[in-house]
């Protein structure tokens, strides 16, 4: 079993920053690409920041510049440093990760998503 817990959103003013943390925890041989997803109402989910297991990093061209992702492999967690924030940053925002695990002798990779962590971001 393997599990993906999103920690850190919250309510924040215009211009004010956030730290979102997302720990993989469970029967893991290796944590490869991570990384953040949001979901605003009545909008698609999109990518807002990826990271492969050798720290190369990609962003959403909304957030390029403000957000930043990172991760520590010992901790099998990943962060999105959130600065410069604004109210269209408003989303849940989701932690992925693709997993090898363990599973009755064999090894498997799969997709893994996290309950979704609330950010909320006042003008």
């Known amino acids: 079993q393997v599990q993906l817990v999103e920690s850190g959103g919250g309510l924040v003013q215009a211009g004010g920053s956030l730290r979102l943390s997302c720990v993989a925890s469970g029967s893991i041989l290796r944590v490869n690409a991570m990384g953040w997803y949001r979901q605003a109402p009545g909008k698609q989910r999109e990518l807002v920041a990826g990271?492969?297991?050798?720290?190369?990093?990609n962003y959403g061209d909304s957030v390029k510049g403000r957000f930043t992702i990172s991760r520590d492999n010992a901790k099998n967690t990943v962060y999105l440093q959130m600065n410069s924030l604004k109210p269209e940053d408003t989303a849940v925002y989701y932690c992925n990760a693709d997993i090898t695990h363990n599973s009755g002798g064999y090894r498997y990779t799969s997709n893994y998503w996290g309950q979704g962590t609330q950010v909320t971001v006042s003008s």
């Open positions: 990271i492969t297991s050798g720290s190369s990093t």
